[in-house]
């Protein structure tokens, strides 16, 4: 989300504060947390890997390596960073609706 929505032409903030609002994050799974897919009732992480986002193109290696496949992914229309400021408000909804998946995954809040 470092980029303006363009389709509403919303910025993080406000897709943060219409995210919270409408409570997308308990009906619609595109916005649930991830933990909710791969870890039990007790926060217990229930696959064998968890890949990231950030280094895809290094974990799919490692995957394609782990199953036999002689394959490659490569990155296309990457975005480059955003500079809009995002909200404190905005932070503060999505360290709250995402806090699990900071913790588990070990990210650290500094969008």
């Known amino acids: ?23 997308l ?3 619609n ?3 649930w ?5 791969i870890c039990d009732s007790h ?3 229930m696959v064998d890997s968890v890949f990231r986002y ?13 199953i036999g496949l002689s394959s490659s992914l490569q ?8 500079n809009e400021n995002i909200s404190e408000e905005a932070k503060r909804i999505v ?4 806090k699990q998946d900071y913790k588990i995954f070990n990210y650290t809040m500094n969008i």
């Open 95 to 98: 360290g709250k609706i995402y």
């Open 33 to 37: 947390p991830q933990f909710m897919y």
């Open 54 to 66: 950030e280094k895809i193109e290094e974990d799919f290696k490692v995957l394609s390596e782990k």
């Open 75 to 82: 990155s296309k229309n990457r975005s480059q960073p955003s």
């Open 1 to 23: 989300m470092s980029q303006k929505i363009k389709k509403e032409g919303m910025t993080v903030s406000d897709f943060a504060l219409y995210l919270e609002d409408a409570q």
């Open 43 to 45: 926060l217990n992480i």
């Open 25 to 27: 994050y308990l009906c």
């Open 29 to 31: 799974p595109m916005f």
